[in-house]
């Protein structure tokens, strides 16, 4: 079980959380990019790769047993933030559809590049599957 840490007087975050507190089993997912199990990108896109990203995310938690309702903390490693902002509708409905809980501690960065050249996007994840 989850707990969203919200200290009191503070504005609500729009799509994370402040602070998550859990306790269980801790799964730990490295840096997920956007391209397909075979290391395909299908797409240069940053939403298109963010979706792929969120989806390998998803398939790593699985082997875990666990899902995405188990996220924890998230962080983003993007190389361009307009087009993260730019695209961030097409983004958070992909969000929504894979992982749907934005009760989430996220961090969110503009790097100036990934190991990968073609990646757009970065996602590393920290779960915790209840005792």
């Known amino acids: 079980m989850k707990k969203i840490l919200q200290p009191a007087g503070w504005a609500r975050p729009k ?3 402040n602070g998550v507190a859990a306790r269980g ?3 730990s997912v490295a840096g997920m990019i956007g ?3 075979e290391e395909r990108f299908a797409s240069d896109r940053l939403a298109d790769q963010a979706r792929q990203a969120l989806a ?3 398939a790593v938690l699985a082997e875990a047993g666990a899902g995405p309702q188990h996220i924890v903390r998230m962080t983003w490693y993007v190389t361009d933030k307009r087009e993260y902002l730019e695209q961030s509708r097409e983004i958070g409905a992909a969000y929504r559809e894979l992982i749907g809980d934005f009760g989430v501690a996220m961090t969110a960065v503009q790097v100036s ?3 990968e050249d073609r990646a757009k996007v970065e996602i590393e994840v920290t779960a915790v599957v209840p005792d």
């Open 15 to 17: 799509g994370y959380a």
């Open 25 to 27: 089993t801790v799964v």
């Open 35 to 37: 391209w397909d199990a």
């Open 56 to 58: 390998n995310v998803v």
């Open 113 to 115: 590049a990934l190991i």
